[in-house]
């Protein structure tokens, strides 16, 4: 059982680290444009925000759209955007990955 358990964990850490990798290249693309345009003064999620035409869209965490009593459509993937830097305790930080879905992508559940 335990030799599953790492190889889940060891998968999951994978697919992190894919995102990661995709989330950082289009990032990486995004700000170069922006430079080339002049435009300095936005940040890397605004410029996310701007690539994925969701600028006045709200966006939640599946978990927050669950508390709004909504549920996320069959079918449907989150938006990457860099979370709130986090500091470990051994004083390491990084951004974590946030995965976001749009309101046009949940359906709130019908009360009887």
Sequence with gaps: MTTTTNQVDQVTANKMKDYRTHLRTITKGLEEMAKAAGRTKFTKNQLLRECYNLL???LLTFEQWQELGAHVRRGEHAYLFWGRPVTTEAGYKYFPI??????????FREID
Excluded: G
Excluded at 98 to 107: G, N, P, T
């Design 98 to 107: 946030q995965f976001l879905f749009s309101r046009e992508q949940v359906r």
């Design 56 to 58: 006045d869209k709200e």
